[in-house]
């Protein structure tokens, strides 16, 4: 069974300052990786995804992440935060064939302070 | 290109009583998938539909509790004789269908559907 773990409920970081976020997957084979933002009230909305290829991939909003296979992560960075960054952020671990469901972490919510 | 759309956006049941909560998926989208966020938690994924077809609902509760997506019309998620414990966001995603007819798993999420039981 595929699964995620977001080992950070909660990060705080300060304006200009750099984010990782970690994820780690479960997994057998090459998975899907995503990972979505979710503001306040609202729904999710994907900021990259990683199927194959080149392991750093860039997403929106100047976000970025690795996929490392012999960790089993996927973390996502920002090399330096807006306040406007404060969210929950999910990484998700796609379908193991080509049809099926998505697997979400638990979230981690970012604090920005001024 | 709209996006998914979900009504209502708030629904308010007294226990006992039943919620309908419906799904538009985007455009040229045959995939819809619900899930359910608890507060304080993350998403939760409880069924996976095509058209006409139930493709996985290993995340419903067996009971009072169905979802359908017809070949004309949304998707519908169906909460029966709801209970406090049903109080939740209803996040409806869609995913678009390649050519081969297999999805590439990327979910397009409409804004939810918050669930009030009282």
């Known amino acids: 069974a595929q699964s995620v773990t977001q080992p950070d409920i909660h990060i705080t970081v300060s304006e200009g300052a750099s984010l990782e976020l970690r994820c780690n997957y479960s997994?057998?084979?090459?998975?899907?990786l995503f990972w979505y933002v979710q503001s306040p009230g609202q729904g999710l909305q994907l900021l990259l995804k990683?199927?194959?290829?080149?392991?750093l991939v860039q997403g929106i909003k100047g976000f970025e992440a690795e996929f490392k296979r012999s960790q089993s992560s996927f973390n996502l960075r920002k090399p330096s935060v807006h306040w406007s960054d404060a969210a929950e952020y999910f990484c998700?671990?796609?379908?193991?064939?080509?049809?099926?469901?998505?697997?979400f972490g638990d979230g981690t919510t970012l604090t920005v302070k001024p | 290109n709209a996006g998914v759309m979900q009504n209502p956006r708030h629904l308010v049941r007294r226990r006992g009583q039943e919620a309908r909560l419906r799904c538009s998926p985007m455009?040229?989208?045959?995939?819809v998938y619900w899930y359910r966020q608890l507060p304080e938690e993350g998403l939760k994924f409880m069924v996976y539909?095509?058209?006409?077809?139930?493709?996985?609902e290993s995340g419903m509760p067996k009971e009072r509790f169905s979802a359908e997506f017809p070949k004309e019309g949304p998707s519908i998620l169906r909460i029966q004789q709801v209970v406090r414990g049903d109080s939740a966001a209803y996040f409806c995603?869609?995913?678009?269908?390649?050519?081969?007819?297999?999805?590439?798993?990327?979910?397009?999420f409409g804004e939810g559907s918050r669930l009030t039981v009282l």
């Open positions: 455009k040229g989208h045959s995939h």
């Open positions: 539909l095509q058209k006409e077809n139930i493709i996985d």
């Open positions: 998700a671990v796609g379908p193991p064939t080509n049809a099926g469901k998505s697997t």
């Open positions: 990683y199927f194959s290829g080149d392991t």
């Open positions: 997994y057998g084979a090459t998975p899907y």
């Open positions: 995603a869609s995913s678009p269908t390649v050519l081969t007819g297999s999805n590439t798993g990327e979910l397009f």
